[in-house]
């Protein structure tokens, strides 16, 4: 069965502290890896796509990579506006529409 | 202008009652979706329509029903209510059908609980 983890359930980091995300994925031939942010009480936000193994791509203090059993969201000198929880997603080859959610990994960054 | 926009934002009820859940997005998009997600914070499809066409109904109680007047508008009608209802509703939107290169955009959710 396609399943997706993310690990750690919550990551508490004092601001600055550098770290990393993970999302393990049990999907063969994935056609896409998501990684979304969603703050308490709202909806998830779109952050970044992957395609393939070896793909890496940046957005400010976050990095996402992707190899072929995972992805790694990596977070350089987080600030406290960066904590939100964080959900992965992959999007397997048998469908072209449905997404797997992971449930997510809650970042708190204490000032 | 908040792209995708989703009422109420918190829903309590009655077991066996019926609500409605109203889904609006402004940003042109051909394709609409309801997600649950559930207390442990699973996001799981529901419905999915494009241009007012349902592309995706996966096993969803029929007690659950989508309506798209127009494809700027997908609601969520749910009749006799259930405690295992109570989860947050979140509709989204993507410009391609299927959503197979697009970002996803989200409503903030609509926060359902059945007493």
């Known amino acids: 069965e396609d399943q997706v983890t993310q690990s750690p359930e919550a990551l508490r980091l004092q601001e600055g502290e550098s770290s990393s995300l993970n999302c393990s994925y049990t999907v063969s031939g994935l056609r896409g890896l998501f990684w979304y942010r969603q703050d308490p009480g709202k909806g998830p936000e779109f952050l970044f796509t992957l395609y393939s193994a070896g793909e890496e791509k940046e957005k400010e203090r976050l990095k996402a990579t992707l190899t072929k059993k995972e992805s790694f969201l990596h977070i350089t000198a987080p600030k406290p506006e960066d904590s939100a929880t964080y959900l992965c997603?992959?999007?397997?080859?048998?469908?072209?529409?449905?997404?797997?959610w992971g449930a997510g990994t809650k970042l708190i960054i204490k000032p | 202008d908040t792209a995708v926009s989703q009422t109420p934002k918190y829903l309590v009820t009655q077991m066996g009652n019926d609500k409605s859940i109203k889904c609006e997005q402004n940003l042109g998009h051909d394709t609409m979706y309801w997600y649950k997600q559930d207390s442990k914070k699973f996001l799981k499809i529901m419905f999915s329509?494009?241009?007012?066409?349902?592309?995706i109904n996966e096993t969803v109680p029929n007690r659950f029903s989508p309506k798209s007047p127009d494809k700027a508008h997908l609601n969520l009608h749910i009749n006799s209510l259930e405690l295992g209802d109570s989860a947050v509703y979140f509709c989204a939107s993507s410009q391609e059908r299927h959503a197979t290169n697009e970002k996803l955009f989200f409503g903030s959710g609509t926060q359902l609980s059945v007493l």
């Open positions: 997603a992959v999007q397997p080859p048998r469908s072209n529409y449905q997404l797997i």
């Open positions: 329509y494009n241009n007012k066409e349902l592309i």
